[in-house]
């Protein structure tokens, strides 16, 4: 019999660990961000060498990745109201992992129950559900990126408004915010495309999967 339940919750489970999945490589790989210290000419724009840069890095991150971490930002100066957005960031990144973590237990589970005949998904409009999922949050980020594609600034203020509404802390001067030196624009819209793109590859190749595996099913017919 048909789960209808166990249907919306892996289809849910694929649309979130896509996107959560994708959301946490810039913020784990941190060799991603390392690459930019001398590719964007940092110790020479903003006057600290390579390694106080790179440990000021590190301890940002490891304050919005770790449990119990003291805030701090290595050599350069940071004020209270910068430091109290990073513990707003610190609140979304563990949203994040959090829907990582229990999408994929989600989606192993149901594998497991499917693998064991307990359940059987349904098809709506006839097609997989993770090709619905997958074409979903397609076309979702294809409407984003058109949006940062044609104004980043733009987009990255909007992101900012919906994520931390009624808050103008993460608004930084950067004599005060010095951090904020260290991670400019560019940075930040790197880190879009290589979401961006790890979105794009998995719902691709969702999608081509389903594609295939269905023209061989009606090609047996």
Known sequence: MKNKIFTTLFGIAVFFFILSFSIALPIYLRFFYYL???GLSLPQKIGYSY???KCAYDEVLNYLT???MPFGTGVFAFTKSGAEHFA???VLFNINLIALILSTITIIATFILIKLKKIKLCRPFNM???FISAVSIFL???AVAIFVMIDFSSAFTTFHHIFFPNKT???FDPNEMEIILALPEQFFLNCAILIGSSIFIFCLSIIIYQLVK???FYSKK
Do not use: Y
Request: aromatic share 8%; glycine share 0%; hydrophobic share 40%.
């Open 36 to 38: 930019h210290i001398n």
């Open 51 to 53: 390694e106080q840069i």
């Open 66 to 68: 770790l449990p119990n």
């Open 88 to 90: 707003d960031c610190k």
């Open 128 to 130: 997989n559900v993770a």
């Open 140 to 142: 979702l980020i294809f």
């Open 169 to 171: 802390n993460w608004v």
């Open 214 to 216: 269905r023209k061989k």
